[in-house]
C-alpha cells in the first residue's frame, strides 16, 4: 500500500477535496482500478496524512464505502477492502443487467470507435498473457458501454458497480480463462454494433451478463468446499 499513497491526491487546494465524499471518490477509483486489492488493511493515520484530510473527513468516506459494500469494518482490527461472497456477486449482475443491455439498445451516445479501441487494447493483453490489463480493459469497455446512456447519475452508479466488480474479478486470477474468453465476448457485441444490430448486441449482453454470474458463482462456491 505504501506505493499507493504517494500517488494519493491531496486535498490541499480543492474547494472540495476535505469532504468525505471526495474522499471516498477517490478510494473507489484506487479500487475500480485495481490499486487496492481485496483484504488490504486501510490505515486511518496512514490515508489522512497522505491526502491530506482529516480522520473524521475519512471515517465519513468510510462509512460511505461501507454503505455500499467496497471495505468492511472489523472490530478491533481495522478497515479492509471488501472480497464480495456469492449475494454480493448477485447484487452486481442485478444491476448490470437492468443497465447495460438498456445502454446497448438505446445510448445515445454510444461511441463503437472507443469500444473498437478498446478492444484492440484487449486482443494486445490476451497475447501478451497479461490477466490484470485484460481486466483493465474489461473494466474500460464496460465503463464505456454505460457512457452511452449520456446519464451522469447512471455512470457514477457504474463507478461503484465496477469497483466491487474489481474486487470480485480479483478472485478469478487464478482462473484466467475467466478473462481471456471475455475480450472475445467483448469483441462481438462490438462487431454487431457496428452493423447497426443494437437489439442482438443488447440480447447478447443479456446472455453474457448471465453466463458470467454464473462463472463467478461456481468458482466462488469452489473456492469454499477447499
Known sequence: MNALLSSLPLA???????????????????????QLLPGTKLSEQALSAAMGVSRNTL???????????????????????SSPGPEG????????RMIEPAAVLWGPDLDVAALESIIVDARAALKAGDIAKMADANQCFHEELVRATGSVHLQ???????????LVFHAMGDAPDF????????????????????EQASEEMRGYLDRAEAELLAHIAADEEH
Open 12 to 34: 490541499e487546494g480543492s474547494t472540495h477535496a476535505h469532504t468525505g465524499a471526495w474522499v471516498a471518490a477517490v478510494l473507489r477509483s484506487r479500487i475500480a482500478e485495481g
Open 59 to 81: 471515517r465519513e468516506a468510510f462509512a460511505v464505502l461501507d454503505h455500499e459494500l467496497v471495505i468492511t469494518r472489523i472490530p478491533n482490527r481495522g478497515v479492509f477492502v
Open 89 to 96: 456477486v448477485r447484487e452486481i449482475y442485478a444491476v448490470r
Open 156 to 166: 457514477e452508479l457504474m463507478t461503484k458497480v465496477l469497483a466491487r466488480m474489481r
Open 179 to 198: 478473462h481471456s474468453h471475455y475480450v472475445e465476448l467483448n469483441a462481438t457485441l462490438v462487431d454487431l454494433l457496428q452493423s447497426g444490430k443494437r
